[in-house]
């Protein structure tokens, strides 16, 4: 097939969207399907997708909306070029251009919700939420009913996302693509990764590996680890992610008054074989957050036979529990402590079962050569 993907940005650093789309991207292109992808970036930024995928970057682009009124007249010169049209995301110009010229063409779209219409935040921003009310009707509302297919990763997303709002029509459907398997020899990432944290070396890791945002529960894990770490001395926290919201030096500061700074190691944003030196150095991934959609980086440690420790805010926290790849808690401080405390306890007999599962979890659930071919079936079927 000829796919256009369109997004409002592939910066990695945004969020799990631009991931997501870089391996379905090269995923697609590898059983044969041409790629494209429109986005609302600057030309001269850096793009992380990978060789022979041409990108179209119109911006620059107005706002966090990512005004661009570039978009529309590209689209309506190159849209009848390809079969489908996937849109990643809502809330941004790229949606509601793709729909406002299907009104004239005729070229199907798909739209990828990836976690955007997650209740939790009606909850945890309500004038934000009162606002985008507002835009809904005429605006996303609009974009999912004329839409060939809605895309959710999960049941429980699906199932969340219609609780959002009042006004809801969709062609829902539901399929995990996943995340492709690691590339690399684990044993020299992670001596790339201890090279660059020489002090980490012998201690026994925890990892938080994603955005620094209230999301993701960063204060809930810093008060876990608290109280978890008097009685072991060789723990270390590993807190790796882009603040693009300046709530570091806050964590910071709580970490100073709770007697643990020395004991928490902040990396920024890790890739390539740093990222994944830091994933296998690791006895488990912690990701206590309040929303999360698919979370890639559960995927990623998953995929490398480590255990994770999430919240039932997760998504895919059934698949893990049902696997016994890891544990799951409340989002709260007293839940994660629980959870750290039950791997702490464990013997190394069990903590390998643990990861043998976890391996076994990522193969049955989030492998992304299966889900990709599903998802060109589903599309398809519906075109």
Request: overall charge neutral.
């Amino acid at each position: 097939m000829n796919l256009l993907n369109a997004a409002s940005t592939l910066d990695l650093t945004s969020g799990g969207i631009p991931e997501v789309l870089k391996q379905t991207t090269m995923a697609l292109s590898d059983l044969g399907h041409h790629i494209e992808i429109v986005t609302l970036d600057d030309p001269s930024a850096k793009f992380e997708i990978g060789e022979g995928i041409k990108i179209h970057a119109l911006g620059p682009s107005f706002g966090k909306y990512h005004l661009n009124f570039r978009l529309i007249p590209w689209l309506w010169r190159n849209a009848n070029r390809f079969d489908a049209i996937l849109v990643h995301g809502l809330w941004q110009y790229h949606s509601l251009s793709v729909w406002l010229i299907s009104r004239f063409l005729k070229t199907p779209y798909f739209v990828f919700v990836h976690g955007t219409l997650d209740p939790w935040f009606k909850h945890m921003y309500p004038l934000k939420h009162l606002k985008k009310s507002v835009y809904w009707p005429w605006g996303v509302y609009s974009v999912l009913r004329s839409a060939n297919g809605v895309i959710y990763s999960t049941e429980e997303e699906r199932r969340l996302a219609s609780s959002s709002f009042k006004l809801y029509k969709a062609n829902e459907i539901v399929v995990n693509i996943g995340i492709s398997d690691p590339v690399g020899e684990s044993v020299s990432q992670k001596e790339v990764f201890y090279n660059n944290y020489p002090t980490l070396r012998g201690k026994r890791l925890l990892l938080f590996m994603s955005r620094i945002d209230p999301k993701k529960g960063c204060e809930i894990l810093i008060e876990a680890f608290s109280r978890i770490s008097k009685e072991n001395p060789s723990l270390h926290l590993v807190m790796a992610g882009p603040d693009q919201s300046n709530w570091m030096p806050s964590l910071q500061k709580a970490a100073q008054e709770l007697n643990i700074a020395s004991r928490i190691t902040w990396t920024g944003m890790l890739k390539g074989d740093l990222k994944w030196g830091a994933i296998l150095s690791a006895e488990c991934l912690v990701l206590p957050s309040h929303s999360e959609n698919f979370g890639v980086v559960i995927a990623e440690s998953l995929a490398c036979g480590v255990p994770v420790i999430i919240t039932d805010k997760v998504n895919i926290w059934r698949e893990i529990q049902v696997e016994g790849a890891g544990f799951v808690s409340t989002d709260d401080v007293s839940g994660v402590s629980q959870s750290l405390q039950r791997w702490l306890n464990l013997d190394d007999t069990e903590k390998e079962r643990l990861g043998a599962n976890a391996k076994k979890c990522f193969l049955k659930n989030f492998e992304i050569n299966s889900g990709v071919k599903r998802f060109i079936e589903i599309i398809q079927n519906e075109m």
